[in-house]
């Protein structure tokens, strides 16, 4: 069960097209998992075409009516579209790290990725969003691994793709969706191992024992 969802404000920005690329990932990926949430948005987008498409002329009732067929159409058809492209997008896309295979949600068919690098349990592939600062990742912990307690000098988004990880604040299932700010110290840590999809806009800061050596070299690491 999916516990952990984007904000109403989020979603509104989603559905209105508003987010950087790196969080719109998210949100769609996360839409995947959560039936809840994809309701939500399908509201939301119905009521922002009853909005840009209002017709004060015509009788309000049948104005409705249209708009609710035109949306079903759109919604039931959209997958069936042929997209001309010149770019032939793999019909589903799975990721290999530390010889296990994991499938992604479909928005990551138009991705690429980075090769995987990492040290000890804990593995990272970049995805290229052209977003200055905010740096958008595939992030696998091995199992028994951990990242060492930390909190953040900006916001740290984390989608739970596939496995388990716990912190301080709680225990984490594939689809949930995260936000961490400064006000907030945790340490992630896994039993079974786990890939996520994060975005951070600033380093981390490590508060805990060995791992402070790493504090000076944020800029360069996050």
Not at 108 to 117: A, D, H, K
């Amino acid at each position: 069960m999916i516990n952990f969802h984007p904000d109403k404000q989020m979603l509104e920005l989603h559905a209105q097209g508003q987010l950087p690329l790196s969080l719109s990932i998210a949100l769609s990926a996360h839409i995947e998992y959560c039936g809840q949430c994809q309701q939500q948005c399908q509201q939301l987008t119905k009521a922002l075409s009853v909005e840009a498409f209002s017709d004060n002329s015509a009788p309000a009732q049948q104005e409705q009516a249209l708009l609710d067929d035109l949306l079903s159409n759109m919604l039931s058809d959209i997958d069936d579209l042929p997209l001309d492209t010149g770019i032939n997008l793999p019909s589903s896309v799975t990721v290999t790290v530390k010889e296990k295979q994991y499938a992604l949600p479909q928005v990551f068919r138009q991705q690429m990725l980075s090769e995987w690098q990492g040290i000890g349990k804990v593995s990272r592939a970049r995805l290229d969003t052209g977003e200055g600062k905010a740096r958008a990742s595939l992030l696998y912990i091995d199992a028994d691994g951990e990242i060492p307690q930390h909190t953040h000098k900006g916001t740290e988004l984390t989608l739970l793709l596939a496995g388990e990880f716990s912190d301080e604040f709680s225990d984490y299932k594939p689809g949930d969706l995260m936000v961490m700010t400064a006000e907030d110290k945790h340490s992630p840590k896994t039993k079974q191992g786990c890939l996520c999809y994060t975005v951070v806009d600033a380093p981390l800061y490590f508060t805990k024992g060995l791992s402070k050596i790493l504090n000076p070299i944020g800029e360069l690491i996050y």
